[in-house]
């Protein structure tokens, strides 16, 4: 797992998404204008929570780590270091596998 240099801010994540699949079930030679983008990934950074009404933090329940799964075109793809990464809310994140 990779050393991230930047903190998301309130309830957001930094996700390092999986490598897209190269081939088919049936061993089918995928070329790049052909791969889907990946739906996986592994949380790298997470932020303090969302600010409450009551000026308290919400907690998120993801942590650094956590394998999850997210929307296709949710959050926003950026470079950090080299590494492609994602920034998503935690409502963005469809499930956690465990």
Partial sequence: MAKIKIKPLDDRVVVEPMAA???????IV?????QEKPQRGTILAVGPGRLLDSGERGELSLTV???????????SDI???GTEVKI????DILAKVV
């Fill in 21 to 27: 699949e190269e081939t088919t079930a049936g061993g």
């Fill in 30 to 34: 995928l070329p790049g204008a052909a």
């Fill in 65 to 75: 780590g956590d394998e999850v799964i997210f929307g296709k075109y949710g959050g």
């Fill in 79 to 81: 470079e950090v270091d």
């Fill in 88 to 91: 998503l809310r935690e409502s």
